[in-house]
């Protein structure tokens, strides 16, 4: 069932359109039709109205292969698939007449498809637009020049053709050839014509022109002397084809024809043989053209005499007799004593107006033109002319005349201006008020003399709609100022509406002048403050706009503009509705719509897009009314604020949210989060799950705290606190109530600011992490430590005593075994070297039991006593106790203490480190370089870096690095050592909150770098 045009909105909009309409089902249905496509089509609604558009309109039998309807089969088609307009251009279709024959008709149809709420087609609006005059005009021209270039190339002449309208001048290849002329020369303008022509020949020239066109006739034939290339001056004859304007009757193009006849004699034939062939130029045109052999009586038509009067090839006779026969007897006489006077009397043109027997036995009024070809000694030879139908003008001036006196009477009883028009636009009447206005006369206001009283600013703009309505029909409405026999110019309201005869022919025009200068004076008081507004709308960077009462947008900024890229044709009233993104169209409308009936404030979320690239972006869409005294809507404005940036940062920031809400649900742990003031706004199912608290119980400023260990809830309260006001990472560890037993265990808080771009703190996250287990180990492997702390001391005690108790035994052994030496005799060779095995041993165990002394006092030495000494002055107190060995090994040592002057240590320890470190890299120096030994101290962060340098052996630290700080490891057995001395730094250092760090690489030396920790200020 095909849709229909009930729904008031499409009625209205249908019937606001102009020009030549159908309204059309997706189906290509007919559902409506506008009067000016009815009259165009010679059809009635009743037969068309309901039935398909491509079966409506019957194909003219006689073209094949014109393919018209498969065209607009196709056009429909594509509207409907792609949803979007559709034009085909210069499309032939010939409309069949009341008498059965088709008329040769030429249309532009363009479609445009009307979507409903889903986006579907639901109707199709059909515009035609009726170009035949323009295509038969132009097939005309067409015709013509080619035409005359055929014959200007067998006749050796030079073809030239005249736009007025655009002020140019085009001459054939041949105007080089003839006339000596190059390719630079063959455009040029008007007035180069003048130039070229000589000065005595020209006023002549001109005025015959002058006269042919004033005389409105097709043909012009001049001779003339035009100037060449080389300054000398050659004989041409001209043949001139003038076109003219349908609807203004002036000259607009001419086409041409000259040959040099002072060139060649023999050309002389040619030109006869060319005057001929220019004749059948005529061929081509819509005009009966016809030429007369004044020798022979033969005569020869164009086509034209048969297109317009209806005759066949085979009933034209080939003499005169196809003329004279056909004159209405009425007019034969008349009409050749008027032909044969000018060919009798040597002249050239003769006009006149007949009635001419068509082959039906009916009449047409003709207007007949001729020209007489004499050969130099003036007989006449040829006639050639053209005829043209003019029934209809002479009817419809008839028609006017009758009803001009009704006509007349009307208008004068009316209180405007009024006038009358001619359908060329020739005004013909005027109204006493406009006399009684202007002070004019009939005779002043002859040829356009209206144009002399308008105001000059607006005389351009009337003149151009003034013409577009003679071409087009359509009625006049514009506003303009008129000058009073005062001198002074007032405002007036111009509606000028075309009155057509029963074929929808223009016979006349009637037009009106309303004196609006009070409304127009009020319009621009408005249109100033109007003005201010779209001044300020201009500039602020929103879409701003202003409505009617009703709702309909009367204007956007150039900011709409320039981001939809409509035009305001396509904007204003509900034209902005398709820029709207179509999940958003029917909200948006409704909500307007709504605001419209209530006068409420609109606003609304909506998105719009560049109808170029198709993209959107989110917009706040505000409007508000201005009310009148009487509190009545007379304007709504509103504005559009681009918000896509923060529209999509929101959606980021919701989704942020949303994974974030998921991987707080994902986690162990139970997850808060808090405002940059510390109150919570969100914690996980686990926390619920785990302390039983309700939602409200749990968020908010400090209600968490109801939940922990009382011992623990004043020092929690004062780290938080304290985190929230200086931004600091938050860490606690505290004990929190379980909801189902009412146990505690034992949890880490953390917590972490989120900051912007400027530092400001806009969220904490935080969790809460159990750590009951780990607790409970801690405690376990503390009560660990210290029973290992309490065997080591132990073992301590057991050593200092072990090596105290030794002592005595053992001097006691080396005085008895050297009393022994000195006072016994020993026989055997080996005596000496078995004494001196045993005086090494004793060295050796006296030793041990020195270190062991020494490792109980490192390892009982604590963080007390600190000063703050001089690395220089330690360093050069240890050199001096072991500068025998620094001179026999040939070491260089060198200090730089520059940056780190002082460490917080104890004396003696510290001596000892460096003791330990400066005998280590002399003992173990390489053989084939002498040590080089630096010592460096720097600040790095919370301590003092004390660098050792050597250029010894080095180490294998991959080998080795678990063993550096081991007792009695020694990793070189060239030498002797203990293998203490790492020992005992490492011990040092690290009793006094200190480090160690080593690097080496083999035979080129090692660094150690010891950390002190520093004193805090």
């Known amino acids: ?57 019957p194909e003219n039998p006689d073209i094949e292969h014109l393919k018209s309807r498969e065209a607009i089969r196709n056009s429909l088609q594509q509207v409907v698939t792609l949803k979007s307009p559709h034009t085909l251009d210069a499309i032939r279709y010939d409309i069949l007449t009341p008498d059965g024959n088709f008329e040769e008709r030429y249309w532009t149809l363009r479609s445009v498809p009307v979507l409903d709420g889903l986006g579907e087609v639901e109707f199709i609006v059909h515009e035609v637009q009726d170009i035949t005059a323009q295509v038969m005009k132009k097939q005309e021209v067409n015709a013509a020049h080619n035409s005359l270039w055929v014959v200007a190339k067998s006749a050796g002449g030079i073809v030239w053709e005249a736009n007025l309208l655009e002020n140019k001048l085009t001459w054939s290849e041949t105007y080089k050839d003839v006339l000596g002329y190059g390719d630079e020369d063959l455009e040029a303008t008007l007035d180069s014509w003048d130039k070229h022509v000589h000065p005595e020949d020209l006023p002549g020239v001109r005025k015959s022109i002058r006269a042919a066109i004033g005389s409105m006739k097709k043909l012009w034939v001049g001779e003339y002397r035009y100037r060449k290339a080389n300054g000398s001056y050659t004989s041409l004859i001209d043949y001139g084809y003038i076109i003219y304007d349908d609807t203004t009757q002036k000259p607009v193009r001419l086409l041409g024809t000259m040959v040099d006849v002072g060139r060649q004699k023999d050309y002389e034939l040619k030109l006869l043989d060319m005057n001929q062939r220019f004749q059948r130029i005529a061929m081509a045109t819509n005009d009966v053209i016809w030429d007369w052999n004044l020798k022979d009586d033969s005569i020869w038509w164009n086509e034209g005499f048969k297109t317009l009067f209806g005759y066949a090839e085979e009933d034209i006779e080939d003499t005169v007799v196809s003329w004279t026969s056909r004159i209405h007897p009425d007019d034969l006489a008349t009409t050749k004593a008027s032909i044969y006077s000018v060919i009798n009397s040597g002249g050239t043109s003769w006009e006149g107006e007949y009635s001419f027997r068509c082959a039906d036995g009916t009449y047409k009024l003709v207007r007949d033109r001729g020209f007489v070809m004499r050969d130099e000694q003036g007989e006449p030879q040829r006639m050639v002319g053209a005829m043209i139908d003019i029934t209809i003008q002479k009817r419809t001036q008839q028609q006017l005349q009758e009803s001009m006196s009704h006509t007349t009477q009307l208008l004068e009883s009316l209180p405007l201006m009024t006038w009358t028009a001619l359908p060329n636009g020739d005004l013909n009447y005027y109204s006493q008020r406009w006399y009684d206005y202007t002070g004019s006369t009939f005779e002043i206001m002859q040829d356009w003399g209206w144009s002399k009283l308008i105001h000059p600013e607006d005389l351009e703009e009337t003149t151009k709609q003034w013409l577009n309505s003679l071409s087009t029909g359509q009625d006049l409405v514009l506003e303009n100022r008129f000058r009073s026999s005062k001198g002074v110019y007032r405002w007036f309201l111009v509606r000028a509406v075309p009155i057509r005869n029963a074929e929808g022919q223009v016979t006349m025009w009637v037009g009106s002048h309303t004196d609006i200068e009070e409304q127009k004076q009020l319009l621009l008081a408005l249109e100033e403050s109007n003005s201010k507004f779209k001044l300020l709308a201009e500039s602020i960077p929103h879409i701003v706009w202003s409505g009617e009462p009703d709702g309909h947008v009367d204007f956007f900024n150039q900011q709409w503009y320039d981001y939809t890229r409509m035009s305001e044709e396509e904007t204003l009233g509900f034209g902005w509705a398709p820029s709207l993104h179509p999940d ?105 799950d785990y302390t039983s608290l309700s939602e409200k119980d749990s968020l908010g400023r400090g209600v968490w705290l109801k939940v922990l260990h009382p011992d623990d809830v004043q020092r929690t309260l004062d780290r938080w606190r304290f985190s929230v006001k200086h931004g600091d990472f938050f860490e606690i560890e505290y004990r929190i109530r379980s909801g189902n037993n009412d146990t505690y265990r034992w949890f880490l808080g953390q917590g972490v600011p989120m900051r912007d771009e400027q530092g400001n703190i806009i ?23 210290l029973e290992l702390e309490r065997i080591n001391q132990d073992l301590d005690s057991f050593v200092y005593t072990a090596s105290h108790d030794l002592k005595l035994p053992i001097v006691n052994m080396v005085g008895i075994f050297e009393e022994l030496i000195q006072s016994a005799e020993f026989k055997d060779a080996d005596a000496p070297h078995m004494i001196e095995l045993f005086n090494k041993s004793f060295k050796q165990l006296h030793a041990t039991i020195h270190d062991l002394g020494e490792v109980v006092r490192v390892q009982k030495t604590k963080e007390r006593n600190l000063e703050e000494l001089n690395l220089q002055e330690v360093c050069e107190d240890v050199l001096v106790s072991v500068q025998e060995i620094i001179r026999h090994s040939g070491a260089s040592i060198q200090f730089d203490f520059s940056e780190a002057p002082t460490v917080p240590f104890t004396r003696a320890s510290l001596k000892s480190m460096v003791y330990n470190l400066i005998t280590n890299a002399l003992k173990y120096r390489a053989h084939d370089r002498a040590p080089e030994i630096k010592l460096r101290s720097l600040v790095r962060n919370n301590y003092i870096e004390l660098q050792v340098q050597d250029n010894g052996l080095g180490l294998d630290l991959n080998k080795q690095q678990s ?49 002190f920790k520093r004193k805090k200020a």
């Open 1 to 57: 069932m095909p849709a229909t045009l009930a729904q008031p909105a499409y009625k209205n909009i249908f019937k606001a359109l102009p020009g030549s309409f159908l309204v059309l089902s997706p189906d290509s249905i007919i559902l409506e039709v506008s009067e000016h496509y009815r009259k165009a089509t010679h059809t009635l609604v009743k037969d068309i109205v309901g039935a398909s558009l491509l079966d409506t309109f």
């Open 584 to 688: 958003d169209l029917q909200a948006t409308i409704d909500d307007w719509i709504s605001a419209i009936k209530t006068g409420e404030k609109y606003e609304r979320e909506l998105r719009l897009r560049d109808i170029y690239t198709e993209n959107y972006r989110w917009f706040l869409a505000r409007a508000l009314p201005q009310r009148n005294a009487d509190g009545q809507i007379v304007k709504w404005f509103g504005t559009a604020t681009d918000i896509h940036d923060q529209k999509m940062l929101r959606e980021q920031v919701e989704e942020s949210e949303r994974q974030f809400r998921f991987l707080s649900e994902s986690i162990p742990q139970m997850v808060w989060t808090a405002t940059p003031e510390g109150v919570t706004d969100y914690v996980n199912k686990r926390w619920f």
């Open 763 to 785: 969220k904490w996250f935080g969790t809460c992490t159990d750590i009951e287990d780990h607790k409970r180990a801690e405690e376990e492997l503390v009560e660990k430590n």
């Open 963 to 1011: 063993k550096l700080f081991q007792m009695f490891k020694r990793f070189h057995n060239h030498v002797e050592g203990s293998g203490l001395g790492l020992y005992i730094v490492n011990r040092l250092l690290t009793n006094h909150g200190g480090y160690i760090h080593i690097e080496s690489e083999l035979d080129k030396g090692t660094t150690f770098y010891l950390y």
